[in-house]
């Protein structure tokens, strides 16, 4: 077991993401799509993602046995996370958002996508925390 609090500040020392007041795409992007689901983004996310549209977005509880990877929040990724981790666990993750982009030969995806309220609830139940790092690990 692991503090979350260490995790957190390893994390945000490895990808240097003091250097970076605020994401400039993702502090456009995140507005936008939860304000079309009526969803209270900023108060439900952490502050400092607020803030900076990268690091800790949801806090869970502070012991964290397994760190879980993914690049996307795709309903499949969350729900299997869901269903897998203990209360602790972290779910890190390159993008706050799903981004649909489609087929390049075939139909056009849905763009930007906000993470399902209810999947966002199931998280902060379950005491799990998530850790998003996208301007950052970028350019890191």
Do not use: K
């Amino acid at each position: 077991m692991e503090a979350l609090s260490r995790i957190e500040r390893s994390l945000v020392e490895l990808f240097r993401m003091e250097e970076w007041e605020r994401d400039p795409a993702f502090s456009r992007f995140i507005p936008m799509v939860y304000e079309t689901v009526r969803f209270d983004w900023r108060s439900f996310f952490e502050p400092t993602f607020v803030r900076t549209f990268n690091g800790m977005m949801l806090r869970g509880a502070e012991q964290v046995q397994t760190v879980y990877l993914a690049v996307f929040p795709t309903d499949d990724v969350l729900e299997r996370f869901l269903a897998m981790a203990a209360p602790g666990d972290l779910l890190f993750m390159h993008n706050p958002l799903l981004i649909e982009c489609g087929d390049p030969r075939g139909a056009w995806g849905r763009g930007f996508l906000p993470i399902r309220p209810d999947l966002l609830e199931a998280i902060r139940e379950q005491e799990l925390s998530v850790f998003t790092c996208h301007l950052p690990m970028d350019t890191s």
